[in-house]
């Protein structure tokens, strides 16, 4: 449960107030001492403080100075995470409302602000006894005449809070729950009452399409995998091609009979946050009504050591009849979201963006702060994802997708192999993902900041719902104009 952010011009009774300025000119009238004045100066000018907050025992007043940042981005993030560094008193105070006053006339900044305060606030407690310490956060108010005037951008920042939530909700499940036939459950009640259909693919229905990736990687296990495809095609969608999303949706990853040693598996739940991204943008673009073709195609299953399990030197057959020899049962993402790219060929897409946590060698690369991007054909519309990202702060870092990586997963005896050398093993996986494809893609491993073993301001403890918010920006933007091909 997280607060909800509303768009109001009355203030109801006096309570816990943020204050939004660039300057002390700027500061409304009839709020603040002379002496709370003098106090907020030495603050900003002498121990650069961005946030004063006044206690006046009943409640909080708060003066939040926009971060001078010529950078934009960097000036929301800064917001952002000032919002939950706010709602972290706020909560501790046990206060359920408070009210943000836009005195800069800035809508962007507000909006972020009150992002921040709001997932800030999330919580996955659905196993907890004790809730002694449950945030308490209930209503986000803001008064903003530009806001007004561009009429409620709440609503849809309120669909994005929820999905980004929902996403984290299912990242933070433990596979005693979350199988993938729950996972497809889970996906289905979300989305109903959006006007996103939905199909799950069962067992017979997978082994008929001869999904050789998904039932190669599920032979271990004592739980059948699932195959889920949401699709949100309005009647004035501005495309006529879809776009399609493809999420990884291994519900927990023991590494097969490559077991993974030591506590390697302690947060394995989270491989199926890709699916978990993609179910939850295809629903958010759906209740917001934003008028494009989208398709999410989510394979799901758990990758276990069980008496039929794949084991090393096997050969398996993908969707489209190419043959791959597993070296690794661990590197089993990329035979699933092979048996998906290539299915994905049924809808004639414009473009295909996969979201996986597929490999150390991303987080190795580049830490746990962005994603690793590759793009094949798709060069424009990887720049977009790439502004996208910067703007909400869910960055990506491109690598390429050189002839010679693809020269590293040839086998000797099938088509392919699925685990190269040990150097750039995140960009020969994307190479071996390129191979199922014939339309423009984009790869996104997202191994790094998927999720988090300790909070991280706004982006919480556990699932962090990372590409819930690139996306749907992406998608913002490519409706109002920015092409995704090329």
């Not at 008064?143 to 984290?168: M, Q, W």
Request: proline residues 3%; glycine residues 8%; contains cysteine.
């Amino acid at each position: 449960m997280i607060p909800s952010v509303t768009l109001t011009n009355i203030e109801q009774e006096l309570g816990h107030l943020v204050v939004i300025i660039s300057k002390f000119s700027h500061l409304p009238a009839g709020i603040f001492s002379t002496a709370e004045k003098k106090y907020m100066k030495e603050q900003v000018e002498n121990l650069h403080q961005q946030i004063v907050s006044f206690n006046r025992l009943s409640y909080f007043v708060w003066v939040y100075f926009i971060k001078e940042e010529k950078d934009i981005s960097k000036r929301l993030e800064a917001t952002r995470k000032a919002g939950d560094q706010i709602a972290g008193t706020l909560n501790a105070q046990k206060a359920k409302r408070v009210a943000i006053f836009d005195a800069e006339n800035d809508g962007d900044i507000t909006l972020a602000l009150a992002e921040g305060m709001a997932l800030g606030c999330y919580q996955f407690l659905k196993y907890k006894k004790d809730r002694e310490n449950e945030n308490t956060l209930e209503n986000i108010e803001i008064y903003s005449k530009v806001l007004e005037e561009e009429g409620d951008n709440t609503s849809k920042l309120n669909i994005l809070l929820e999905a980004v939530c929902f996403c984290r909700d299912l990242v933070n499940e433990p596979n005693s729950f979350l199988t993938a036939t729950l996972f497809a459950k889970e996906v289905e009640k979300m989305a109903e009452g959006s006007g996103v259909t939905t199909e799950v693919l069962d067992f017979e229905k997978i082994a008929a399409l001869k999904m050789g990736g998904l039932l190669g990687v599920n032979q271990g296990s004592f739980e059948p995998p699932t195959f889920t495809i949401l699709e949100w095609k309005p009647a004035g969608a501005i495309n006529v091609k879809p776009v399609v999303f493809v999420g990884k949706g291994v519900v927990y990853d023991t590494g097969g009979m490559n077991l993974k040693p030591g506590d390697s598996m302690l947060t394995m739940k989270h491989d199926m946050a890709g699916a978990a991204a993609v179910a939850a943008t295809i629903i958010a673009i759906a209740k917001a009504n934003i008028p494009v073709h989208v398709v999410g195609l989510m394979p799901a299953t758990d990758n276990r050591p069980g008496e039929r399990a794949l084991v090393s030197g096997d050969v398996i057959t993908i969707h489209n009849g190419t043959t791959v020899e597993v070296l690794n049962t661990d590197a089993e993402g990329r035979l699933i979201l092979a048996d998906a790219l290539s299915y994905a060929k049924n809808f004639n897409p414009e473009l295909v963006i996969d979201l996986a946590t597929l490999t150390g060698a991303a987080v190795r690369a580049i830490g746990k702060f962005g994603a690793a991007a590759m793009q094949s054909n798709a060069r424009e519309a990887l720049e977009s994802l790439k502004s996208s990202g910067y703007h909400v702060y869910e960055r990506l870092v491109e690598f390429p997708m050189w002839d010679e990586y693809g020269d590293q997963i040839k086998s000797d005896l099938a088509d392919l192999k699925n685990l190269g050398p040990p150097e750039a093993g995140m960009i020969t996986a994307g190479k071996f993902l390129e191979k199922f494809t014939s339309y423009p893609y984009i790869h996104l491993d997202i191994a790094g900041p998927a999720f988090n073993e300790k909070r991280d301001s706004y982006r919480a403890l556990g699932g962090t719902g990372y590409g819930v918010r690139l996306l749907f920006e992406f998608v913002r933007r490519f409706v109002e104009g920015e092409r995704v091909n090329g």
